[in-house]
């Protein structure tokens, strides 16, 4: 990245801290050193992790934003990265590694207990350096338990969309993208584009992704306005589920959501009111259900002290799992954890644990940085101009993949069966 680009991006960091990400530092004395803590959780689920960490008894700080990677960046390039960095997706965390920052995590391996697709490879990169916290679910759609929607292609008046997000934009669209593509070209392809191996001018990617553009393109003025809503409602609200714009001229509000399990978060008190359903059969097409689009929260440690070793390590264990389970409804990507209590928390429990069908790592977290954000920036010019051609988007996105250095380590092993 440039180096106007990264002092930009320390500024953000500045900006946001001085607006408050979430600082957080219970227990301990002043003289105990303090285990530094970067995630991505705010507000209730930040509180939720925050009970995990105090029952473990170690002196930290956390400091939570959606702007992880921005904030971290900015971090080390200032020289000072947190103790443990928790990052939505894997990505990054190889191209630290390539660059010699972070630390085999303790013991015989906080990530042995994981297998793939949870703990993906990277050639040329050792083994160990990270670890997933938290798995979610993506290939699925929310509705309210009121209005149950039937099992075929939704219209675009029934989807609730939003891009807003405090990081980088345009990443709710790019969910949409990998599970059309999972769900239209299998698990075996999808591999291939999330790791640099298909093109992404492929026949195969276009037809899918004209799909979705196809969708936007029923009505152009929801497509833009989706752009400015942010994907988790209004400041204290209860979701786009729930507290959405209307989205038809007969003033009916959206009832669909493809959003990920997290999305229950958003939802707050009336999330006992949401249900899901698979979203393959409402995609547009109705492709049959393929594969599964996962994702996971990665730590990994960016200092080297035994404290922070310990606490990653005890973070992962059954018990601060199984705690942060019962308190969060959270899913652990440890199969030996039970399952949150609920319906449709065993309903989407069930899918992650399901061995007939492949679960695949979100592509967008998998690809180097400058590839990802070309994603986003392809998905949001699709947005405002859904008409236009959808190939030369993607062939532009395919010449920043080809402008990273051939050294540029991958991701292997993104899709899988559960293990």
Not at 24 to 33: L, M, V
Not at 88 to 110: C, K, M, N, S, T
Not at 151 to 160: E, G, I, N, V
Request: include cysteine.
């Amino acid at each position: 990245m440039r180096s106007h680009a990264r002092a930009l991006l320390l500024l953000l960091c500045l900006a946001l801290t001085a607006a408050g990400c979430g600082l957080a530092a219970p227990g301990g004395s002043d003289e105990q050193p303090r285990v530094t803590i970067l995630g991505p959780w705010t507000d209730i689920q930040e509180t939720h992790f925050k009970a995990v960490l105090d029952s473990l008894g170690t002196a930290y700080t956390y400091q939570g934003t959606a702007a992880t990677r921005e904030v971290l960046l900015a971090a080390v390039q200032a020289g000072n990265p947190p103790d443990i960095a928790i990052l939505p997706g894997v990505g990054d965390l190889v191209e630290y590694a390539a660059e010699g920052r972070l630390r085999q995590l303790g013991g015989d391996g906080a990530a042995a207990k994981y297998g793939r697709p949870w703990q993906p490879e990277a050639k040329g990169i050792e083994a160990n350096l990270w670890v997933p916290l938290k798995a979610d679910l993506k290939s699925i759609v929310w509705y309210r338990k009121d209005s149950r929607p039937a099992a075929r292609p939704a219209s675009l008046a029934s989807w609730c969309i939003g891009m807003g997000d405090d990081g980088a934009s345009g990443w709710p669209g790019s969910d949409w993208i990998e599970d059309l593509i999972l769900q239209t070209v299998g698990p075996v392809l999808y591999e291939r584009w999330a790791t640099g191996d298909l093109e992404w001018a492929d026949d195969r990617l276009v037809d899918a992704w004209s799909l979705w553009a196809g969708l936007l393109a029923q009505d152009k003025e929801s497509a833009g306005r989706a752009m400015r809503e942010d994907h988790r409602g209004e400041p204290g609200g209860h979701g786009l589920l729930f507290d959405g714009t209307r989205k038809s001229d007969d003033g009916k509000r959206c009832s669909l959501e493809h959003q990920g399990s997290f999305a229950r978060f958003f939802y707050r008190d009336r999330s006992a009111l949401a249900a899901v359903t698979d979203s393959a059969p409402l995609l547009p097409s109705g492709p049959r259900l393929k594969g599964r689009e996962v994702s996971a929260d990665f730590a990994a440690l960016f200092g080297d002290s035994a404290q922070a070793r310990d606490l990653l390590t005890r973070l992962t264990s059954r018990g601060a799992q199984q705690e942060w389970g019962r308190r969060a409804g959270v899913f652990s990507p440890n199969s030996d954890v039970p399952a949150p209590k609920g319906t449709v928390e065993k309903q989407i429990s069930d899918r992650l644990t399901d061995q007939r069908v492949p679960l695949c790592l979100d592509a967008s977290d998998v690809m180097p940085a400058a590839v990802r954000d070309a994603f986003y920036e392809a998905v949001l010019l699709t947005m405002a101009h859904p008409d236009a051609p959808v190939r030369p988007r993607l062939e532009d996105v395919q010449r920043v993949q080809e402008a990273q250095a051939d050294d540029t380590r991958r991701l292997t092993g993104v899709c899988s069966r559960p293990q």
